[in-house]
């Protein structure tokens, strides 16, 4: 099928593609079909909203930064999204970048949980203090934070 | 916005699936049960709002911005 996006023009995905979240993402709770692409060369991703050309988020797996990232995820958010083991899910969080894009940052409170196989997601919200709403993803790495992964050229 | 009055252990019903009792006053704390289908969110107010707002301005990212930075994190 034929989708329209807003930073890729039309794109064709397959229907098998498409990633459901039945509560939608908080804030277009009326959106409930996504798509994954990826950025080229880099960890990042964009999740296309499928009906809405306008509304594509940048995600990205925040253990390629924070390795030790562990959300407790609920037994019955698990069962909604039919995994029976934790390390089925892939989690993935939302990336802001603003004007100033040295100010980078992810939500690591919300993240999205995925269950890829069955192609169905949900947001959740943790309750875990060391997860910030807004982590300041190059700022950390500068600090030589949770990993070493800053590539040594751009020192 | 409709206004109830409950008493300890009384609920009120949203729709045919969504149920709110009043489980346990406390001083100036009302605790409350929420009986609701799986698919449906039920969040602090406050907490969803932060979310939602952080989430708008994530729609707002332009690729070139993405371009400039995502070699610096690998």
């Known amino acids: 099928m034929l989708i329209e996006s807003k930073h890729f023009g039309k794109l064709e995905i397959e229907e098998k593609e498409i990633i459901t979240f039945p509560e939608g993402i908080l804030g277009f709770q009326e959106i409930n079909g996504y798509v994954l692409l990826e950025e080229k060369d880099s960890p990042f991703f964009w999740l296309q909203a499928v009906d809405v050309p306008e509304v594509c988020f940048i995600i990205v797996d925040p253990r390629i930064f924070y390795p030790d990232y562990n959300p407790n995820v609920a037994e019955d958010i698990l069962a909604s999204l039919e995994i029976k083991d934790k390390t089925e899910l892939a989690y993935y969080t939302i990336v802001v970048i603003p004007d100033d894009v040295k100010k980078m940052r992810t939500n690591l409170q919300a993240p999205l949980v995925v269950n890829l196989q069955k192609r169905v997601a949900k947001q959740i919200v943790l309750n875990q203090p060391e997860y910030p709403l807004r982590y300041f993803i190059l700022q950390e790495l500068e600090r030589g934070g949770k990993n070493a992964g800053i590539d040594q050229k751009t020192k | 916005m409709l206004v109830l009055t409950r008493k300890l252990n009384e609920s009120i019903m949203i729709g045919d699936d969504v149920e709110i009792t009043v489980v346990e ?16 969110g039920i969040y602090r107010r406050e907490v969803y709002l932060t979310i939602s707002e952080e989430n708008k301005q994530a729609v707002n990212t332009n690729l070139e911005a993405l371009r400039l930075v995502k070699n610096k994190v690998r």
Do not use: R, T
């Not at chain 2, 049960?33 to 698919?39: L, M, Q, T, V």
């Open chain 2, 25 to 40: 006053l406390k001083g100036d704390q009302v605790k409350l049960g929420i009986s609701a289908p799986k698919e449906v």
